[in-house]
């Protein structure tokens, strides 16, 4: 004869701590979408003030950052109805890439009013059109230089 007992209680402390850890899943800290926004306002301007210097370097790594931030909203706001608003950006960010790989501050300046201009198209698209971006006229990261040091 067979007994089902032993199976049946680990199954239930399987069941337990799956409960347990979907609580701490519920329960642990997820940036919201206007963090997110916040780190893409920070990197917009680091951006600027990069591409601006022609320091091509730091401009991909803020551009990088930016495609990141847009990425993981995508992901982790799904909730959001804005979220997928966010792939208006692609092709400004397609755009200020090519400026960067050719280091073209020209191309780099249209770019980034693509961008920003888009930036603000989505605000509007998502009735956040009170949320106006601009290129930034200073930068408020004193503490780094954005010239190229190669």
Not at 95 to 105: C, E, F, G, L, V
Not at 132 to 138: L, N, Q, R, Y
Request: hydrophobic content about 35%; charged content about 25%; glycine content about 2%.
């Amino acid at each position: 004869m067979y007994s089902c007992t032993p199976k049946q209680v680990n199954n239930n402390a399987l069941q337990t701590r799956v409960d347990s850890l979907e609580k701490k899943l519920t329960d642990s800290y997820r940036p919201g979408l206007g963090e997110f926004m916040m780190g893409v306002q920070a990197h917009h301007s680091k951006l600027w003030f990069a591409g601006h210097n022609q320091n091509w370097k730091l401009a991909d790594f803020e551009l990088n950052e930016i495609k990141e931030l847009i990425e993981d909203i995508q992901k982790y706001e799904t909730d959001r109805p804005e979220a997928p608003q966010t792939v208006m950006l692609q092709p400004a960010l397609d755009s200020i890439n090519s400026a960067i790989q050719t280091k073209d501050p020209v191309r780099f300046h249209k770019s980034f009013v693509l961008l920003t201009n888009t930036c603000n198209n989505c605000h509007h698209a998502v009735k956040f059109e009170f949320n106006v971006v601009k290129i930034p006229d200073s930068s408020p990261y004193t503490n780094q230089d954005f010239k190229a040091n190669d």
